[in-house]
């Protein structure tokens, strides 16, 4: 009896040990099913509530002294606004680093996080990225967790079995089962996140953002993020980010960054449609056309020039701005890519320094005080910094609004606003805007350029 048990677990081990992804062939494989896979992947992925603290509306007889006096000083005050937020979450490393999705918990005030087996842990977010909607959390006082182990999501291929493990609707752990649908969708997804995904068609539905998607081997192929309905359930088509930018994420956390640092291309593309690739003599359109560089750009300095066209980065085939952003981002900043480009029908391979995004010229950030007209007012000075944090063009210059404050924010500002002249003055420094706001006269005239557009404030001080 012990010698044919040795014998039986003998061979479940080298089962596991040469597991590969195939099409269960026989009638004892179709009736076991994905319960090993979800036994062993399950204890991994957790329930995360988040506790969110939003400011309230003011009454609009708010400070009114009339209603004041009747009902008191508060009257009307704004009051807080406590939102309870549900999703899910991946345990990454035993010592408790945790990935969800930062629309689940990037504004959260307190984080609560339950194991399958009912052990409760508080968490914060010690890395958050809105765009990619991603964020890590590390759970207080945790060792010896269950974690799963991240597969390389660039070998992930259409067709593939996929299980989805998450909290949806708040109902309890729930495993849904599908296939990977596509790669690369880019800006399919809802929200804040814009970038590359996984598609499956296994079931995803609220409360199960920040969940595991899995193989068949029970290893990590992404995390869920999104779903795209017309309905607001589950319609078979849904969105993961890819294990390999987690894996990026993860490494950025445990290294100490509170904030996602990715390569800064310095560029501005567009998909390769057929018109284009016809004008451009190509037969197949692939790839993204370089349609601006900024002069700092580390594939302006490779030799890269407008009207290229990148075809790979590393190897990996790219067809939107996206997807490039996305191949250089797992590669990390410090190291290089090759880009593999497409000029005058000639092709080619250069290589490209993986760099943060420079502070040049300095953005000599500034804050206005009380001896201008509008306190509060936060500007700064256009650089490549400022152009990637506030979705600026790559030739914009000047002055731009960082915080309009609250006088600013009144008088009509937004943050990204591009301060072009204030009463005929051009702005090309901070402190250009100090000197324009400190004695301005009895009348205001602000020229800004807004998304493209420019728009003049005007005022009577």
Known sequence: ??????????????????AETRVPKTQSEISLGFAPVVKQAAPAVVNIYAKIVRKGGANPFFSDPFFQEFFGRDFGAPRPRVQNSLGSGVILTEDGFVVSNYH?????????VVTTDRREFSAKVVLGDEESDIAILRLEQADSLPYLIMRDSDHVEVGELALAIGNPFGVGQTVSSGIISGLARTGTATGNARGYFIQTDAAINPGNSGGALIDVNGKLIGINTSILTRSGGSNGIGFAIPANLVAEFLKQARAGNSNFVSPWAGMA????SADIAESLGITIPQGVVISDLHILSPLADAGLRVGDVVTHVDGDEVNSPAEMKFRMSVSGVGGTSILTRLRDGVSGEVEVDLIEAPDKPAAEETSLDDKTVLPGLKVARVNPIMITSLGLALSQTGVVVVDPGPYGGRAGLRVGDVLNAINGAEMERPGDVVSALTDPG?????SIQRGGRSLSLRFRL
Do not use: D, K, P, Y
């Open 442 to 446: 009895r009348r205001l005239n602000m």
């Open 1 to 18: 009896m012990f010698r044919a048990t040795l014998i039986v677990l003998s061979l479940a081990c080298a089962t596991m040990a040469t």
């Open 104 to 112: 689940v918990v990037g504004s959260a005030t307190e984080i609560r």
């Open 269 to 272: 593309g567009q998909h390769m």
